[in-house]
């Protein structure tokens, strides 16, 4: 405990070391009592003692001491010089003409900058920066799985090769076997013609020994030499011996006819990162009204459609809204007469996974099985993105005008969610900081919608999860549903919205209900006025929810919120 401080946490002169603290030096920062003032202020004469009750201590400004004049305190500032001056040093010529400001005032307004410019460090600049880090270790990550995926890719193409001249090297070698059994089967023919001839010439012999050798003078005359016969020497065979001629191994041309690696760089734009506060849309920027949300959700108005099974929903205003059910079209209805006003067909005739209105009023839907992510204007369909080795899924229209897509690869192994500005790819989202998929990856449903303060959120029913990052990729947190909920089952995502507040609202197919949770993933309320299988949802700008249900035909609009 420090000696100068009682059980009551009382200060205690730093001089006297027993007394109260009554009074303060703000010069030389000594706390002090009544009786020890007088002893410090002679204890160094130099200084200008300033010395106020303890209660108001640091209220004394500590002037700069003037370079010019000795002990002199500079109470003025030259702004033409941008240097503290003291009252000597104004009414010399030296500031002449210049402009001349009390120094307290010049503190103030350096003060207010100081703090300004610290708020922008602390709320802006310095989460931005830890955003760009994490982008940076997000595109480490990746290109070390990348970059693996590359290695493996040049093993398997070598395996490729090896396999292609394995079977080459058998099929010359089966080709050797061929000629060389040919060749031999040949020699082998006339070896055996050769033998029989030498079999015969001895036969022929022994009878014509025989012959001469005996008395019988008839035999002798019977002998017919068969010489003139053997003079005729056997053909001479020589197999010719194929020979193998190797092609010359070239390095260079190796090397094209395996493959190359196309050229490696960095790309850096000096703009590429911007402050998440100056990235904002106007609408995104202003801050709405605050709302409440309604004990009781009531469901305000019904709209009937001619599908038999509604899947999804999307506003267009806040009196139009698309819709898509399990076939190829998409039709448009009035909300209030409940009157069909348009009905657009794919233009493959695939049944659009998901559908979604950009800000300047077009659908856009993505096609599935065709790879595709199409928007309608004026009724017609324009292809803006045809995908390679994966599939779309979920689409939204950010505050920005970009589209977020949520694709599976082709053998639903990995899934990820992808930034375009029109076509051109900006930014992937598939991994957190420690390099882990953020997404369930196997055939599932998934939507994405992006929230006011630009986090992008994805239902991943595969994972049973709603999964949230920010603007660069970073997770911010996985909500996996409430409990009790009010059928008691497993929480099962489908549609997602966001609404004015930064809610961000899910669809939950086993409960039969509707989740709010607030921008960081806290849990508010259910929605549970007698759904049944909800899907599709949507907000308009008066934050009405339209809610579509699986197995029917109607669109309820909802309201959950006080209207302002």
Not at 390 to 405: A, I
Not at 424 to 441: S, V, W
Not at 488 to 517: K, M, W, Y
């Amino acid at each position: 405990m420090d000696p100068r401080t009682s059980a009551q946490d009382v200060m205690q002169c730093d001089l006297c070391e027993t007394a109260v603290v009554q009074m303060h030096c703000d010069t030389c920062l000594v706390n002090l009592c009544t009786a020890c003032v007088g002893k410090h202020m002679i204890s160094d004469e130099s200084k200008d003692h300033k010395v106020v009750k303890f209660k108001s201590k640091k209220s004394t400004p500590l002037f700069p001491v003037c370079k010019f004049h000795y002990k002199e305190q500079c109470t003025m500032y030259c702004n033409h010089c941008d240097t503290p001056a003291c009252t000597k040093c104004i009414a010399s010529d030296k500031h002449l003409g210049h402009k001349i400001s009390e120094i307290l005032q010049v503190v103030d307004e350096k003060r207010e900058k100081i703090i300004k410019e610290q708020t922008e460090v602390n709320e802006t600049i310095f989460p931005t920066y830890q955003d760009i880090a994490s982008d940076v270790q997000n595109r480490m990550s990746q290109l070390e799985r990348e970059y693996g995926d590359l290695s493996t890719a040049i093993t398997k193409h070598g395996e490729d090769w090896h396999r292609e001249i394995d079977k080459l090297v058998k099929k010359l070698k089966a080709e050797v076997d061929e000629i060389k059994n040919t060749q031999l089967q040949t020699l082998q023919k006339h070896l055996n013609e050769i033998n029989k001839k030498m079999s015969d010439i001895k036969d022929e012999t022994s009878s014509v020994e025989m012959a001469i050798n005996t008395n019988d003078l008839s035999k002798l005359f019977s002998v017919t030499s068969n010489v003139h016969m053997y003079r005729n020497l056997p053909q001479k065979i020589v197999p010719t011996l194929s020979k193998f001629i190797p092609e010359k191994i070239q390095i260079e041309k190796l090397r094209k006819l395996f493959g190359t690696l196309s050229q490696n760089s960095f790309t850096s734009e000096i703009h590429n990162y911007s402050m998440k506060t100056t990235q904002k849309s106007p609408e995104a920027g202003s801050s709405p009204p605050v709302k409440q949300l309604l004990d009781e959700p009531e469901i305000v108005n019904t709209i009937k459609t001619n599908y038999r099974r509604l899947i999804l929903v999307a506003c267009l205003s806040e009196g139009e809204i698309w819709t898509k059910a399990n076939d190829g079209t998409m039709k448009l209805y009035n909300i209030n007469q409940g009157s069909l006003l348009k009905s657009i067909k794919t233009e493959s005739g695939n049944i659009p996974y998901d559908i979604a209105v950009t800000k300047n009023g077009d659908l856009v839907y993505t096609d599935y099985w065709d790879r595709t992510v199409n928007i309608i204007k004026n009724e017609k369909i324009e292809e803006v993105i045809r995908l390679q080795n994966w599939k779309p899924r979920g689409v939204c229209s950010t505050s920005s005008g970009d589209l977020l897509v949520i694709m599976d690869s082709n053998d639903s192994k990995q899934t990820k969610v992808v930034r375009y500005s029109g076509s051109t790819e900006k930014q992937t989202i598939q991994f957190d900081n420690k390099g882990k998929p953020l997404y369930f990856a196997g055939f599932c449903n998934r939507y994405i919608t992006e929230n006011r303060n630009l986090d992008i959120c994805v239902s991943d029913d595969g994972a049973k999860a709603v999964v949230v990052v920010n603007q660069a990729g970073k997770l911010r947190f996985k909500y996996a549903g409430h409990m009790p909920s009010p059928k008691n089952e497993s929480f099962d995502p489908r549609g997602i919205t966001t609404d004015s507040q930064s809610h961000i609202l899910t669809a939950d197919n086993n409960n039969h209900c509707v989740h709010i949770i607030e921008q960081d993933g806290q849990f508010l309320r259910y929605i549970d006025c007698g759904l049944s299988y909800p899907w599709g949802l949507c907000t308009d700008r008066n934050d009405n929810l339209f809610v579509s249900q699986r197995f029917e035909r109607y669109v309820k609009k909802i309201n959950y919120m006080y209207m302002c």
